[in-house]
């Protein structure tokens, strides 16, 4: 019997309202418009309205994802939210969402994954074992940030670099086994920690805020995502023309070009949603994908290849046979 593999039929995203320009930070740090695009190619990002929490985001954009794949909440099997900014400790965002579409009747299980910025990459791999196990038939993987709470207004090398939102995909098992899921790589290096994390949390006693070495992080960041890319192509006997589009974490337009360059991908073939929405953490990779795919561009067929690297560290990528 040909194992199932886990088929993307349906994208979905929401974006908070208000922008915030660069020009906007110039006004609250020492920054510039200038500075901020030549270093992150990030010209805006949006931010959660007071009040408006990460399963507000979530909920939207699983709504436009079940829409897609044209599915009602009671036909999931498993929902998963990747996120570092919950609504609260717990209950998970995961199960406020699977509430909130309405779908509590159905005790479908739900929870969250925290990974930092491969959050999804790794909800996404979670996903894939269960729907390959058959233990699942279709899986809702959401990403879901407001990263402006957990934010340092007055430290110019982290508050324009992020922002909120929250992406999804619709998983269903495809049962000829073609299409779908052709593999995940994960990793983590905790041993590093102190380049990229929050100055508190529940067990610190203070809610903290981001703080980051950006530079070494760029440079550690460039490493692992090549390393995924070669990684990927060696796990499934691929090469690298055979990848037909990149859809990267969105954290630095110049590391996304980087991750091009290594597979020799042109940018029309890269997926650059930085320069609009910063780095949404969870949220970036979902986001990008959903803009490329109602944009028509992912055609069946096409290998799609995702890459993530965050906090943790973490990292690792997802190749889909779309
Ligand atoms: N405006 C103006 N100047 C600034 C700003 C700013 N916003 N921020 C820093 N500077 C200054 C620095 O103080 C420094 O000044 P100095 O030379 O007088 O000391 C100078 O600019 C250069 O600073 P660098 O940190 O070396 O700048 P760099 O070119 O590395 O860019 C950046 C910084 C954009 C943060 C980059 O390093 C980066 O993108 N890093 C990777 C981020 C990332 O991938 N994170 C992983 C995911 S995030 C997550 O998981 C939560």
Redesign the pocket.
């Known amino acids: 019997m040909t194992m199932p593999r886990a088929r993307i039929t349906g994208t979905g995203s929401y974006l908070p309202e208000k922008r915030v320009t660069n020009h906007d930070l110039a006004r609250m ?4 418009d200038a ?2 695009r030549e ?2 190619g990030i010209v805006e990002r949006r931010m959660a309205a007071e009040g408006e929490t990460t399963s507000d985001l979530a909920t939207q954009a699983a709504r436009n994802a079940l829409e897609a794949a044209d599915l009602k909440v009671g036909d999931l099997d498993l929902i998963l939210t990747a996120t ?1 900014t919950p609504d609260l400790i717990f209950p998970s965002t995961a199960t406020i969402v699977q509430h909130k579409l309405g779908g509590s009747t159905s005790r479908m299980p739900a929870f969250d994954i925290q990974a ?2 491969s959050g999804f990459i790794y909800a996404l791999s979670i996903a894939d074992q269960f729907i390959r196990t058959r233990a699942c038939q279709r899986v809702l993987v959401i990403g879901a940030e407001t990263l402006s709470r957990i934010l340092d207004w007055n430290d ?2 982290t508050c ?2 992020f922002g909120d939102g929250a992406g999804a995909v619709v998983l269903e098992a495809d049962k000829d086994g073609k299409r779908g899921i052709l593999s995940t790589h994960l990793h983590a290096d905790g041993s590093q920690a102190d380049l ?1 994390y929050t100055s508190g949390g529940v067990s610190k006693g203070n809610l903290g805020t ?1 703080r ?1 070495l ?2 070494e ?2 440079k550690q ?1 460039v490493r692992a995502l090549e390393g995924s890319v070669d990684e990927c192509l060696e796990a499934n006997g691929l090469t690298k023309e055979q990848i037909d589009w990149l859809v990267p ?1 969105q ?2 337009i110049r ?1 996304i070009q980087n991750t091009a360059r290594r597979l020799g991908m042109p940018m029309e073939r890269v997926a650059v949603t930085v320069e609009r929405h910063g ?1 949404t ?1 969870a949220a970036s990779v979902p986001l990008a994908l959903d803009e490329v795919v109602r944009a028509g561009r992912i055609q069946p067929g096409h290998r799609v290849l995702m890459v993530a ?3 943790g560290f973490t990292w690792g990528s997802a190749l889909v046979r779309w």
Request: charged share 10%.
């Open positions: 740090v020492e920054t510039s500075w901020i270093r992150t570092t930092v910025c110019r090398g324009i670099l990229l981001i980051m950006g530079n992080v760029f960041a974490h954290a630095n590391i780095n953490s690297f965050g906090g």
